[in-house]
């Protein structure tokens, strides 16, 4: 049974700086994909960012130059360092590992709750 764990959420004032760090286990295969997505209030969940296991990063534009995401392939573990982070930033931020064994599937943690306050 694969597991994905997040950590490191928390309460923050504007200007300040979180990490995120997310381990996927219980599984052999690297995943492909790994990736943080958020959800506020009244919202519908977004990509904030995605890398894959060659380092392909992508970023949604409200993020660009504020975070920065990182992995470790050995670990399975990906990292979402934020800066600058401002109230809009305010959610749950869920990790998502994509494990390629003849199709994709997606697995997900149970969410982190990430507070800015202004």
């Known amino acids: 049974q694969v597991r994905v764990v997040e950590s490191g959420g928390g309460l923050v004032q504007a200007g300040g700086s979180l990490r995120l760090s997310c381990a996927a286990s219980?599984?052999?295969?690297?995943?492909?994909?790994m990736g943080w997505y958020r959800q506020a209030p009244g919202k519908q969940r977004e990509l904030v960012a995605t890398?894959?296991?060659?380092?392909?990063?992508n970023y949604a534009d409200s993020v660009k130059g504020r975070f920065t995401i990182s992995r470790d392939n050995a670990k399975n573990t990906v990292y979402l360092q934020m800066n600058s982070l401002k109230p809009e930033d305010t959610a749950v931020y869920y990790c998502?590992?994509?494990?390629?064994?003849?199709?994709?599937?997606?697995?997900w943690g149970q969410g982190t709750q990430v507070t800015v306050s202004s």
């Open positions: 890398i894959t296991s060659g380092g392909m990063t």
């Open positions: 998502n590992a994509r494990i390629m064994v003849l199709r994709p599937y997606d697995y």
């Open positions: 219980g599984t052999s295969f690297s995943a492909n994909v």
